[in-house]
């Protein structure tokens, strides 16, 4: 097999998934692993700052100053516990991020994946019992697009902190239009009643973290964690690949 991967390989030389620029040397990353991005590119991905909001991790784009509780989380305190992302929305994660959706290159996300593990295990260390699981897609997105981008990322997340992943047990029970495009009250209302746990039993006392790729207002991880709650979870953590700054 490794015989045949060479061969193909002279014959369709690696190329970033991104910028297309050939990978050569450069399609392995510190561990040793392939990546299918190039190092520029990699490079280029804007790491979250402070200031930012100390619950939802939402960052002020602009200016210095301490982190503070940003408009949305003083005006209603959200559900979930906490919510982190290791990677601002913007240049080109956001390229990755359209690339792995939407132009369904779900091997981007065994570079992105680990990305987003690694900042997990920093974030969380490895406390036992930590319950791993995915933002679902409704199953007709599933069709749709083949494949659940948040879960092949969760999958990274839970081997790297060495815990469970229950990609079943909460699930997207309705239908609704793309988060894109609408206004923050709009998505709010388009998630609200989208989710529901199938097995309370499996998620009651538990700390959830919650992965997606990317939040805007954070309202469907907040949707998510209303359930999770309702069902009993302890704490819900929530964790996403990138998070777009306040203007
Ligand atoms: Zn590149
Ligand atoms: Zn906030």
Known sequence: MILLSRLMDLIYPPRCG?????LGEQGVNHEGKEMDLCRPCFNSFAEVRSPLCPSCGRPFGSGGGEDHACADCL???PFFDIARAPYVYEGLLMTAIHELKYARKSY????LGPLLASYAVTWLGNPDGLLVMPVPLHPRRLRERGFNQSLLL???VASGLETELDYLSLRRTRFTQPQTNLTSDERRKNVRRAFDV??????????VILVDDVATTGSTLNECARVLKKAGAREVCCLALARTATG
Request: one cysteine or more.
């Open 75 to 77: 005006a209603k305190k």
């Open 154 to 156: 969760a999958r990274h």
């Open 198 to 207: 199938r097995d309370a039993a499996g998620v009651r006392g538990r700390t």
């Open 18 to 22: 991104v910028c297309h620029a050939f």
């Open 108 to 111: 981007l996300a065994r570079s």
